[in-house]
């Protein structure tokens, strides 16, 4: 029974149903839910574009959520407040996964724990996360662009998603890769990424920040057909 981190993305076409999910994220149902095994989660936006924009995505949402093991997540995925997000959405992707790997924080502490003998023949999940200083937001954000643009189509990647609790401030990013080489591959041979970490050393432009690894032992995905 190991710790499962659930991550969910919900696509909206409708004006109604957008305007639910978007009045949802100041009111979401997990606030006022008892889930069990349930450690940790957080509601957000998706950036526009290749979910790395400033701009939003107001047809698009991200749930992240931490359960005690393996069974509390599938339950929390067939229950209640799953279907409140999954009704009316045209898309919807879950990956169910293990933390092989995790350092810093977020939101003051770091929800994930490392899972023992992971499947490391599996896909790859990577979360960023981090807390930008608000005097080097706009700076930091004139970066993201040229790393983004590197990141799309790059052999190996399945999906990628920038979202955030906060817009220009509380800020992360999804990847799934389909082997730890082709991550590796983007993170280490990568120019404008390198590049970036570089920047991001010297100008300590992230008052807090957290980098976590994951195998993904379940993936679900649903579109419409009808759309």
């Known amino acids: 029974m190991s710790q499962t981190t659930l991550v969910s993305f919900f696509t909206y076409h409708k004006v109604r149903a957008k305007w639910k999910a978007f009045t949802r994220m100041g009111l979401p149902p997990l606030m006022f839910s008892k889930v069990d095994g349930l450690q940790f989660w957080r509601a957000m936006g998706v950036g526009g574009e290749n979910g790395f924009s400033l701009k939003p995505d107001f047809s698009t949402y991200a749930l992240v959520t931490v359960f005690e093991k393996e069974e509390?997540?599938?339950?929390?995925?067939?229950?209640?407040?799953?279907?409140?997000?999954?009704?009316?959405?045209?898309?919807?992707?879950?990956?169910?996964?293990?933390?092989?790997?995790?350092?810093?924080?977020?939101?003051?502490?770091?929800?994930?724990?490392?899972?023992?003998?992971?499947?490391?023949?599996?896909k790859i999940a990577i979360i960023t996360r981090a807390t930008i200083k608000p005097k080097l937001a706009l700076r930091f954000w004139k970066n993201v662009p040229r790393v983004?643009?590197?990141?799309?189509?790059?052999?190996?990647?399945?999906?990628?998603?920038?979202?955030?609790?906060?817009?220009?401030i509380l800020q992360a990013t999804f990847s799934v890769w389909e082997s730890l080489d082709h991550m590796k591959a983007y993170a280490y041979n990568n120019p404008s990424h390198?590049?970036?970490?570089?920047?991001?050393?010297?100008?300590?432009?992230?008052?807090?920040?957290m980098f976590s690894r994951f195998v993904i032992w379940d993936e679900k995905l649903f579109r419409d057909s009808e759309e």
């Open 148 to 168: 983004s643009y590197t990141l799309k189509d790059h052999e190996g990647l399945s999906y990628a998603k920038g979202f955030g609790e906060w817009p220009l």
């Open 72 to 122: 509390d997540a599938v339950d929390f995925y067939e229950g209640d407040v799953m279907k409140k997000y999954t009704k009316n959405s045209i898309e919807h992707r879950s990956y169910f996964m293990h933390c092989i790997s995790t350092h810093g924080n977020w939101g003051g502490s770091n929800p994930m724990k490392v899972v023992e003998n992971p499947d490391m023949a599996a």
């Open 194 to 209: 390198t590049e970036m970490i570089k920047k991001t050393r010297a100008l300590n432009w992230y008052k807090e920040e």
